[in-house]
Nanobody
Framework: QVQLTESGGGSVQSGGSLRLSCVGY????MGWFRQPPGKEREGVAV???????KYADFGRGRFTISQNGAKTTLYLQMNSLEPEDTAMYFC???????????????????????WGKGTLVTVSS
């Protein structure tokens, strides 16, 4: 049974930074997704088996997805946060056996099998 546990969320002011963590060993593809209040879930950043990453336009240049060497923890470093970044952030993982393009993971076209319960990020102006 795969368990993913997110942490690191909290309340920050606009322009601030947070680093989210997702604990759970995974050697396949992983990603961060978010669901703003009253909106649908959207992809934030995904990382493939080969370590290549892809970001949503809103996060490119501000957010960085990474894993530790042992691949037991997935991170999302978020800088220059804006009120529009307020959302529940989720970690997700999948075997990605069919090697789906990272774009599909990010768009949500490819349903990832394992999800954490989320961590809340609130950014005030």
């Amino acid at each position: 049974q795969v368990q993913l546990t997110e942490s690191g969320g909290g309340s920050v002011q606009s322009g601030g930074s947070l680093r989210l963590s997702c604990v759970g060993y995974w050697n396949h593809c992983m990603g961060w997704f978010r669901q703003p209040p009253g909106k649908e879930r959207e992809g934030v950043a995904v990382i493939g088996v080969d370590g290549k990453a892809k970001y949503a336009d809103f996060g490119r240049g501000r957010f960085t997805i990474s894993q530790n060497g042992a691949k037991t923890t997935l991170y999302l470093q978020m800088n220059s946060l804006e009120p529009e970044d307020t959302a529940m952030y989720f970690c997700a993982a999948d075997y990605c056996l069919s090697r789906p393009p990272l774009e599909r993971l990010l768009r949500g076209d490819y349903a990832m099998d394992y999800w954490g319960k989320g961590t809340l990020v609130t950014v005030s102006s």
